[in-house]
């Protein structure tokens, strides 16, 4: 078999395709693992996270056609072995590869390291997960759409360290970490029986951020534009007023000149 052909050398940055670094108390485990396996499963390489099983002999007569197509197919899984053992290390933290580190590693012991260190300390990964997920609020995300998929995550966490959260729960938790501006969505769908599942829960809720959004732009263009009007009324009224200023000098300087001449047919009358 020509090495060239093999679908796992033209991988050239495995961080494009898995752009997520395992960290080791990270809860992106369940993610990480699953974005690997599918990546191992499209280029032909997921047999090298279970254990390596012995080749099996090339069906010929000729004992020189046997040894080489045996030796070129152990070459061959020798360096997708190592590739595959390559797109681990580089997709994990400097902390964790110092952990699961080992001299002539395979694949298989490198993958099989990373799953103990997540396994070991399970309980207490489900302490941590159970306390974030408790304390779940809209307060602390930029938009609706990452609240939702940061709850997501968390319970597929907690499935993964074996304390998991079903749909109805899931959906509750997000019902009750809303803020208080999406009171009247959120009785709708509590009053749903059966409750809405979280891909029709988050569609909602997204919804009605968005409406609410375009409430607020409305109401900023509408005040804005009373705020244009008001300063051009003013502007105008500005440029009229020494117009009146000087009309009113004039009356002023009138009423004296009548005062001064009324004054003086008084002093002649005699």
């Given amino acids: 078999m020509d090495t060239k052909l093999h679908p796992a050398l033209t ?20 993610t990480w693992k699953t974005l690997f396996k599918v990546h191992c499963q499209a280029y032909e390489v997921l047999h090298h996270l279970a254990p390596k099983t012995e080749a099996v002999a090339a069906s010929s007569s000729d004992a020189a056609v046997t040894k080489a197509e045996a030796a070129a197919a152990d070459a061959l899984w020798s360096r997708l072995d190592a590739i ?3 797109w681990i290390y580089a997709t994990i933290s400097p902390t964790l590869l110092h952990i699961i580190l080992k001299p002539g ?12 260190e997540f396994s070991d300390n399970k309980n207490t990964r489900a302490v941590f ?3 974030e997920f408790s304390n779940l609020s809209l307060d602390n995300f930029s938009s609706m759409a990452d609240y939702c998929q940061h709850a997501k995550h968390l319970a597929d966490q907690l499935e993964s360290v074996g304390s998991p959260v079903d749909d109805r729960m899931l959906v509750i938790k997000i019902l009750t970490g809303l803020t208080k501006q999406y009171d009247d969505i959120s009785t709708v769908l509590q009053n749903r029986e059966p409750l809405p599942d979280f891909n029709e829960t988050r569609s909602r809720l997204t919804l009605e951020e968005s409406k609410k959004k375009r409430q607020v732009a409305r109401a900023s263009s509408s005040a804005a534009t009373a705020l244009t009007a008001t300063a051009s009324t003013q502007q105008q009224t500005n440029q009229f007023t ?6 009113g000098r004039g009356r002023t300087r009138g009423g004296r000149g009548r005062g001064r001449g009324r004054s003086s047919s008084g002093r002649n009358r005699p």
Avoid: M
């Fill in 11 to 30: 991988v050239s940055n495995i961080k494009t395709h898995i752009p997520i670094i395992l960290d080791k108390d990270s809860t992106h485990y369940t």
């Fill in 84 to 86: 595959v053992l390559q």
């Fill in 105 to 116: 590693q395979t694949a298989n012991e490198a993958w099989t390291s990373v799953k103990t």
């Fill in 129 to 131: 997960l159970s306390q």
């Fill in 242 to 247: 020494p117009y009146y200023d000087r009309g």
